[in-house]
């Protein structure tokens, strides 16, 4: 009897373990965008890391869903100005998805594309990454308030394409 019990005991420590080691390969929060060396600027940090705040609030959170110095329509202002445009007249949807920390500075650039019928696929790998130097240009994002503590957020901008040209910018 003794040894059931003990070999019991040790299964549950065991398997225990296992269930721990396993839940740290996953983002503390579903959408979470890890730190790749490859594509991220070293200096960025997340202001939310850490014991009191593990993780960082969606674009929707508190009291303004776009928190940009002159709305969305200085983005799309600023967006004429610079002429972005394709050759290839493709059209579809250019997403690049990002953190913006507690101190309005950008980073960890996600970018998404798809077709029309929103199948992923590259439309063109020019206009791709003009839109992501363009994204990534925005400097007018300030830091999101909720409960009186400034958090980190992510935000995207998705570019929607027709004939190789930026129709709309969403949201």
Sequence with gaps: MKAVSLFTLFSFVLFSCQAEKNRSKYPDTVGDIAFDEKLDEAGFKKC???KDRPFSFQYYH???MFDYKGEKIAIVQKLKKENIYSEKKVNGYITVRFLVNCEGKT???RLKRMNSDLKDIALDEELENKLLKFTK???GW???EIEGLKVDYYQY???KIEDGKVSEVLP
């Design 142 to 144: 300030m830091p999101k």
């Design 48 to 50: 939310g890391a850490g």
């Design 137 to 139: 240009s925005l400097n």
């Design 62 to 64: 508190g009291p303004k």
């Design 157 to 159: 901008l998705t570019y």
């Design 107 to 109: 980073g960890l650039f």
